[in-house]
């Protein structure tokens, strides 16, 4: 028999069987080697299971904790790598506990062929001892899917806080946004009075009553300001109606940006169209109205 990577228990064990069995006992049954390697195997199955399960416990406290307060996400990390080496390992572990258990059903019927109806002494405690050790597979297999489970439960919830942490992230920074954009509204009427009055179309009389005088081209400033307003939303619009499209998926999103100008005409002939078919729409409707 050849056990690689056993530990030093195993060693141990077999020279005390040497001591306690005899020769003759040994050659009759030889299952017991077996039967001592599969408890030694559960053995350092079971402590790997356990010592994943208090990592795992003290990351699923911590995640608790931190499900109450999603705000303190965006300063404190989860491990989310720590998560996936223990989901990896505990797949590992069910792995090798799904195999041993394969292993072990096929050895207990070649175990049970072999000693026949009439089982010795010895072959009997084999016997049982198997079966006892099939029974702890199974607990630990048991055990390790429902760590499976609750790793799965707690990367879903840590996923869940992360994301509620950036919604009050991104609250936050929109109430700044709110903040300055009230501020510039109370603000913008008294800057556009103060810009209108501080240009040169007019002037403050410096003679008796102080009176404002308006120069005759103050039209001027009004034929310059309209179209160059017009022409600011018309670019504004043509940008967000390529970026709008973009998102909808309607254009390729690693098509080259042409900031809107390229899908211009195409969204001049999208408008017109909408509006064909709302008119198309409405004498459809009208007109078995009409008959009536």
Known sequence: MFCFGAPATLRDRFRKLK?????????????????VVFDELYKVLDRTGW???????????????????????????????????LAKHTIY???????????????????KATCGDRPTQSQECTKQALKYQET?????????????????????????????GDSRLMQSENQSMKTIAVMTLIF???????????????????????????????????????PLTILVIVIWRVWYADAKRRLTDEIPRDA????????LRQT?????????GGCSVMTREVSPDAKV
């Not at 306690?20 to 030889?30: F, I």
């Not at 010592?51 to 911590?62: L, M, V």
């Open 93 to 111: 572990l069910r792995e090798n506990c799904e195999a041993a258990l394969a292993t072990m059903s096929d050895l207990r019927d070649h175990h």
């Open 268 to 276: 001049l002939q999208g408008s017109d169209d909408t509006q064909k």
């Open 19 to 35: 001591d306690t069995a005899s020769c003759d006992e040994l050659m009759q049954d030889p299952y017991v080697f077996l039967e």
């Open 188 to 226: 913008m009427p008294l800057s556009t009075v103060a810009g209108i009055f501080g240009t040169q179309f007019m002037e403050l009389d410096e003679g008796p009553g102080n009176h404002i005088t308006v120069s005759q081209d103050f039209w001027l400033l009004w034929l310059i300001a309209v």
């Open 136 to 164: 702890l597979f199974q607990s630990t297999q048991r055990r390790l899917a429902s760590l499976d489970a609750r790793i799965s439960n707690l990367v879903q919830l840590s996923f869940h806080i992360v994301t509620q």
């Open 256 to 263: 080259a940006r042409f900031m809107g100008w390229k899908t």
């Open 51 to 85: 010592a994943i399960s208090d990592i795992f416990g003290k990351i699923e406290t911590r995640t608790l904790e931190m499900s109450r307060t999603p705000g303190k996400s965006t300063k404190e990390k989860l491990n989310f790598q720590g998560l996936h080496n």
